[in-house]
């Protein structure tokens, strides 16, 4: 990532709640996400984030 590309982190709007009949369990069901989950995206990003823009991603996921 190049110093002057701008990150701009949002919160997958959540739906709500379903059940797997098969095996009985609970899911969250979120919108799409295009670019992949977190989770992906700190694992092929993150020496490249700045400790800034991870503490920032932190706060908007907070506020919900």
């Given at each position: 990532?190049?110093?002057?590309?701008?990150?701009?982190?949002?919160?997958?709007?959540?739906?709500?709640?379903?059940?797997?009949?098969?095996?009985?369990?609970?899911?969250?069901?979120?919108?799409?996400?295009?670019?992949?989950?977190?989770?992906?995206h700190?694992?092929?990003?993150?020496?490249?984030?700045?400790?800034?823009?991870?503490?920032?991603?932190?706060?908007?996921?907070?506020?919900?």
């Amino acid at each position: 990532m190049k110093a002057n590309d701008e990150l701009y982190f949002s919160v997958n709007r959540c739906f709500g709640v379903t059940k797997n009949p098969n095996k009985n369990d609970y899911m969250l069901v979120f919108e799409y996400a295009p670019n992949g989950d977190l989770r992906n995206h700190l694992s092929e990003s993150f020496e490249e984030i700045t400790w800034e823009d991870k503490i920032e991603s932190l706060f908007h996921i907070s506020e919900g």
